[in-house]
């Protein structure tokens, strides 16, 4: 029986995590250009990266989602999943620090919410994806 709920929370967490990781990257790759608006709004990237970083990681994204749902490589996806997350938050961190206007770029534009208390908001859901991405890491 322990096994069995090991397997589900398991495929539950590979779907979930792997599917918000897809859906994530669709909107990004379907609008590169606001991406990288929002990225250049971090100011971490010198101009003539943005461009690459923005084309670059939603195809990560997409890549790393759909192995965790739908591939033997189920601990490779988590891995680079988990990187990511912790890219993730610490960049909102130093946008959450520099004190920045600015959406996270998470999911495009959908609620229009910026701010520090809407990047603390969005590290500590990046916290909440890490844990279980990484319990998919080692389990």
């Given at each position: 029986m322990k096994k069995i709920l090991k397997f589900?929370?398991?495929?539950?967490?590979r779907i979930g995590i792997g599917?918000?990781?897809?859906?994530?990257?669709?909107?990004k790759i379907e609008d590169p250009a606001l991406f990288a608006e929002q990225v250049t709004a971090y100011g971490m990237l010198p101009d003539v990266l943005?461009?690459?970083f923005a084309l670059v990681l939603p195809m990560m994204e997409l890549l790393a989602g759909l192995m965790l749902i739908a591939t033997p490589w189920r601990k490779e996806a988590a891995l680079v999943v988990s990187l990511m997350l912790?890219?993730?938050?610490?960049?909102l961190s130093y946008a959450a620090m520099m004190d920045l206007d600015?959406?996270?770029g998470c999911f495009g534009d959908e609620t229009g919410e910026t701010g520090r208390a809407y990047?603390?908001?969005t590290i500590l859901r990046d916290l909440a994806?890490?844990?279980p991405s990484l319990f998919l890491l080692f389990a």
């Open positions: 589900l929370l398991v495929w539950a967490l599917g918000l990781f897809a859906w994530s990257a669709l909107w943005v461009g690459l912790v890219m993730f938050i610490a960049a600015i959406s996270c990047l603390v908001k994806l890490l844990f």
